[in-house]
């Protein structure tokens, strides 16, 4: 009775309801016996702004669900992929690889006679194609006579349709038949001529054979410097005929560029194209030159490299020439100082000489003088 006493003489909340308003107050309001859940919230957590903690639910609303282990299809949800069941092989022994070796056995026998096959009936579509080939050159034959025989009827319609006289038709087969006469005459002198060619051409090669069988024999029988001669001078022989034949060639060439000339002498077009012509290999070349010096040449720093080691090259070269030069200069010295010896010891020399072949002859004057008196 006392706690309904404090209850009512307690104060209502604030806000817009009063008395009469229909809501009971705060303090009178009937406890909570639980909490919505919210289709938005995850589960096990209360709505937002309100005061209650969180509540436990149990049932299907509190499980973990992971999308991820139904994956969706066009078709809707798939069911989850299961392991393989059922007993495997554990242990890969001698009769497991054995039944893989005979299946791979297997395998390659109805390939190879599969490929068999494949060659059997290209052979058999060989064989056909040549028979074919053969009845098509047969068929070819007899239609190139047909198409002859047509002709002929043709013309004979022709002459029917257009009224031609017998005697026309006769005189037509008369000078047919003459030109063919003649030309079977002259196919006849083409054909003897031709085999009195062949045995003539059969002849000269048999005497060739002949001459050079008697050259050969000749040659086993000369000595052997003879023959190392013959052999040197054959050499010679070929060289020089091939070379012959190349400047027979070059002469040809030649020729023809000097009849070329003659045909440009009367035209000054044609000689500013020549000229032009020669201008344009002129420029090739030395774009070919360039070109080929380009490729010669390396990178900035390879030439570096190169012109560094070309002046050293080129400094012990002047080192060793400066030292041959200083040893030619001593020699040269020495040689000079004998030499002025050599002159003053002859200048002596001859001094002495001198002085007896003058004094030789003072005393032959004095024994002329005394002679005459």
Known sequence: ASSTTMASQRPVSRGPFGPGSGRPPTALRPPQTAVRVST????????????????????VLSAQIKVADRPVTQQGLSGMKTGIKGPQRQILDKSYYLGLLRSKINELTMES????????????ENSVYLSYEKRAEVLAGEIKDLQGQLADYNMLVDKLNTNTEMDEVVNDIIMLKAQNDREAQSMDVIFTERREKEDMIRAVEDDIVQEKQAAQNIIQKMSADKQAKYTEMKATNEELMQELDSLQEELDALMSRKETFED???????????????????????????????????????????????????????????????????????LTEEMRQLDADMEEHQGAVFSKYIHLIGMICAGLERKEW
């Open 40 to 59: 938005a919230m995850a589960p096990g957590s209360a709505r937002p702004g309100s005061r209650a903690g969180p509540v436990a639910s149990p049932g």
């Open 113 to 124: 006679s599969k490929l068999q096959k494949d060659i059997d009936t290209s052979s058999q």
């Open 264 to 334: 440009l002498v009367h035209s000054q077009a044609k000689q500013e194209a020549v000229v032009l012509h020669e201008k344009l290999l002129e420029l090739e070349n030395r774009r070919d030159a360039m070109l080929a010096e380009d490729r010669t040449m390396g990178s900035p720093q390879e030439e570096r490299e190169s012109l560094f080691k070309q002046v050293k090259e080129n400094n012990q070269e002047i080192a060793s020439m400066e030292r041959q030069l200083s040893e030619v200069r001593e020699k040269i010295s020495h």
